[in-house]
């Protein structure tokens, strides 16, 4: 399961800021999809965009889906101390057999 | 959604020693992955572990460092064999459940050091 791309590696704000991250993948896919680790603890689901969406929200999250570029960014708005995290994307390639592709990740740290 | 549950939540082993992984799912799965999570670093996939088949291995992992188990559609096993530091890692499992959000689950996963 060889890794996409993550940028940044890490990023550091303050609470109330607005986080962005982006992901970049090689192959085709059925869906992209992005978690949330907690300290090293197993991954929540965040939410899954499908190829033929360009974006999707839920709360304070928003996904953007490109196809042509193969990218896609999730942006946190108001974060919170909470948020804190790493965040990593991971693609449903269309000939993976349902394995995931993952990202590299993002540490993200949110000041109070 | 799946709820799913891993024994021992962390351990400390011996070098040379093994470690059986449990992982526990609420509802029956067909398809369960096994990852490892080395320090700081993103998932790799150890093994697919289908029920009714013999567990898949990812290039560079093995049957006889990382034997699975999978009796039923709710359980598996994971052992870590003959360990060296280098195995230290988070171990996780997570199911695939295909439906309206096609979205893998992930148990909490098994903290690992080897000395």
């Known amino acids: 399961s060889q890794q996409g791309e993550e940028d940044p590696q890490a990023l550091s704000i303050q609470e109330g800021e607005n986080a962005t991250m982006n992901c970049s993948y090689k192959?085709?896919?059925?869906?992209l999809q992005w978690y949330r680790q907690n300290s090293g603890r197993g991954l929540v689901h965040l939410i899954l965009?499908?190829?033929n969406e360009r974006e999707k929200h839920s709360g304070r999250l928003r996904v953007t889906l490109d196809t042509s570029k193969k990218s896609s960014s999730l942006l946190i708005t108001a974060s919170r101390a909470a948020d804190t995290a790493s965040y990593f994307c991971?693609?449903?390639?269309?000939?993976?057999?349902?394995?995931?592709?993952w990202g590299a990740g993002t540490k993200l740290i949110i000041k109070p | 959604s799946a709820v799913i549950s891993q024994k021992p939540s962390r351990d400390i082993c011996q070098r040379g020693t093994s470690l059986t992984i449990q992982c526990q799912v609420d509802?029956?799965?067909?398809?369960m992955f096994w990852y490892r999570q080395q320090p700081g670093q993103s998932l790799t996939l150890i093994a697919t572990?289908?029920?009714?088949?013999?567990?898949?291995?990812e290039s560079g992992f093995v049957i006889d460092k990382f034997p699975i188990s999978r009796p039923n559609l709710t359980f598996s096993t994971l052992t870590v064999s003959n360990m060296s530091p280098e195995d230290s890692s988070i171990y996780l499992c997570?199911?695939?459940?295909?439906?309206?959000?096609?979205?893998?689950?992930f148990g909490p996963g098994t903290r690992l050091t080897v000395l």
């Open positions: 997570s199911v695939f459940l295909r439906g309206v959000t096609d979205t893998q689950y």
């Open positions: 509802s029956q799965v067909t398809m």
């Open positions: 572990a289908n029920q009714g088949s013999e567990a898949t291995y």
């Open positions: 192959t085709s896919i059925n869906n």
């Open positions: 965009i499908r190829s």
């Open positions: 991971a693609t449903d390639a269309m000939d993976s057999n349902y394995q995931l592709i």
